[in-house]
């Protein structure tokens, strides 16, 4: 829950060296057009300063964007997400996965995002040959035709120490044994002990969903939206299997292999009721006690 009310409004603002960005957004439809910043603003004492200042545009997905603000010490990403039903299940999931999601700050949800327009001088509106209506235009500009829009604030995960698993498939010499133990107990910790899972998009097919940082040896998930809660007439071990079987289909990182030999108790990485997963030459090895 949020114990501080933060002033969030998309920023029309743009510097000499952004007048093409701005010409690209006046040509669009403003039932579209999401803004290159937003402003963060304190609105009472108890607000953590880390959250305050301009947050930019740097990537989208197919239903939200992503904002950045490293202008303090320790970078944090502001998440806009167009949908209600996502943003309450990004919220959910990410919360119940615990240690393995980056950690939220701040979440809400507005009824419109409102807006701090910086208008053009006269030495800026000469990019327009003089053009005043720019300005005009400017003033009409908002976020999505001012439809509901929801927010989260979260740790951010540094890509110079955070290494998605593409990196890691690139750089097969740096992966070795410990760390492929570690994601598969990842998976499994998530389906055993948080009780949700992921068989859809667990890897992301528009970006990157899975970092792991050598440094504390853990790696943490982004993206939610494709979480469910695990049912009691589910099998946890075929949705363990599923979700990395939904990793090794994109990366050469882990590669499982029925195995009619039960493996030795020095191979086996984890066991569960109905399955064992081990590493046997550097090749992960499973074998499966009922047939799936």
Excluded at 80 to 103: C, D, M, T
Excluded at 164 to 172: D, G, K, R, T, V
Excluded at 203 to 220: A, D, L, P, Q, S
Excluded at 263 to 271: A, E, F, T
Aim: proline share 1%.
């Amino acid at each position: 829950m949020n114990t501080h009310t933060l002033d969030i409004k998309a920023l029309w603002k743009w510097e000499e060296d952004e007048l093409d960005d701005l010409s690209n957004i006046l040509k669009q439809d403003h039932e579209n057009i999401i803004p290159s910043k937003l402003i963060v603003n304190n609105m009472n004492k108890n607000t953590n300063n880390n959250l305050i200042g301009e947050y930019r545009y740097i990537n989208h997905g197919g239903c939200s964007c992503i904002f950045i603000n490293d202008s303090n010490q320790t970078p944090i990403i502001l998440k806009l997400i167009y949908s209600e039903e996502i943003y309450n299940r990004e919220v959910e999931f990410q919360h119940k996965a615990g240690e393995f999601s980056p950690n939220i700050l701040y979440n809400t949800r507005l009824e419109k995002l409102e807006n701090e327009y910086i208008l053009l001088d006269e030495e800026m509106l000469e990019y327009w040959k003089g053009n005043h209506n720019v300005n005009y235009k400017i003033k009409g500009l908002c976020v999505l035709g001012n439809s509901p829009i929801n927010i989260i604030i979260m740790e951010y995960l540094n890509v110079s120490i955070w290494k998605s698993l593409l990196y890691m498939e690139i750089h097969a010499h740096e992966l070795n044994n410990e760390i492929k133990k570690t994601l598969i107990n990842m998976v499994h910790s998530l389906v055993y002990d948080k009780n949700i899972y992921n068989i859809f998009d667990f890897v992301g097919y528009t970006g990157e969903h899975i970092f792991y940082n050598k440094n504390v040896n853990k790696f943490k998930i982004i993206d939610y939206g494709g979480f469910k809660t695990v049912k009691n007439n589910q099998d946890k071990d075929i949705l363990v299997k599923q979700m990395l079987e939904n990793i090794y289909d994109k990366y050469e990182i882990l590669k499982l292999i029925k195995s009619k030999k039960k493996l030795k108790s020095g191979d086996i990485l984890l066991k569960s009721n109905n399955m064992y997963l081990g590493l046997k030459n550097s090749t992960v090895k499973a074998k499966f006690k009922n047939s799936i």
